[in-house]
């Protein structure tokens, strides 16, 4: 219930937290919420601590990109599940309900492209001008180019093509500043690529330059995995995992 949810929310803030400024508070909470599920009371706790100061830690970008990840989570999986109805029922039998289905997918759509397009603008007007490092600067804009993608994935195809140019343009920006400034084989690099590549393939009909961008990604990392130990070892070895599964699924 919206009233419950406020009053343990104003509680929280009030008593229960002891904290050296408001701004660790927000962030403090927003891990909570996200931990209870309140991703929407989550989203707004982030947004009022970047507003305090934009300039995130490591621990901070992570919660900020978990968070709205998550907020993203219940209309993307439900708009795949009404798609997956409505192709099961191209024979087009009189009781199914097509366009109530039809409807409800619209306001998901509606949904996930307001809280996509939320999330660019914070990027953007906000986090992008105080990144201080390019693992900063790559990160926030493949930030950029993914939620302009999950966008694109749940547009009719003549609406598509805005939305994944706007993506493509954003990985283009990262990977000039990661090509400038880090090691091809860096974590930060290799997750950009993948998710480039992703987008080439499914929405941006550029194939053959996803698998080229994937066995490169591939060929990079696991030639420097020496490099690598403990936690990140084993990131590198998942991301290669990943890699080697959709070169699977695109070949």
């Known amino acids: 219930m919206e009233e419950a949810s406020q009053t343990w929310f104003l509680s929280l803030n009030r008593n229960s937290v002891s904290m050296s400024s408001e701004r660790e508070s927000c962030f403090y909470l927003a891990e909570i919420l996200q931990q209870t599920h309140r991703i929407s009371d989550a989203v707004d706790n982030i947004k009022r601590g970047i507003d305090i100061c934009p300039e995130l830690s490591n621990s901070e970008f992570n919660l900020v ?3 709205f990840k998550k907020a993203i989570q219940v209309p993307r999986n439900g708009i795949k599940y ?3 109805i409505l192709d099961e029922n191209v ?3 009189t009781s199914f309900p097509k366009d109530h289905v039809i409807k409800t997918k619209t306001g998901l759509v509606r949904e996930l492209t307001d809280i996509c397009n939320d999330f660019i603008n914070l990027i953007e007007n906000l986090l992008l001008p105080k990144a201080k490092n390019p693992e900063s600067m790559v990160n926030l804009l493949k930030l950029i180019g993914d939620y302009f993608r999950y ?6 195809i003549p609406d598509r093509s805005e939305y994944v140019e706007k ?5 283009e920006r990262a990977v000039k500043v990661a090509q400038e400034s880090l090691e091809p084989f860096s974590l930060v690099c290799v997750a950009l690529s993948i998710n480039y590549a992703v987008c080439l393939y499914e929405v941006g009909n550029n194939k053959e330059k996803a698998i080229e961008i994937g066995q490169k990604t591939l060929h990079d990392l696991s030639s420097n995995l020496n490099v690598y130990e ?3 070892l084993n990131e ?3 991301l290669i995992t990943q890699i080697q ?4 699924n695109w070949t």
Do not use: M, P
Request: net charge negative.
């Open 65 to 67: 990109s978990l968070v």
């Open 82 to 84: 009404l798609d997956n």
């Open 91 to 93: 024979s087009g039998e």
């Open 151 to 156: 966008i694109s994935e749940v547009q009719n």
């Open 167 to 171: 993506s493509l343009k954003h990985y």
């Open 230 to 232: 403990g936690e990140t």
């Open 236 to 238: 590198a070895k998942e």
């Open 245 to 248: 599964d959709n070169l699977r």
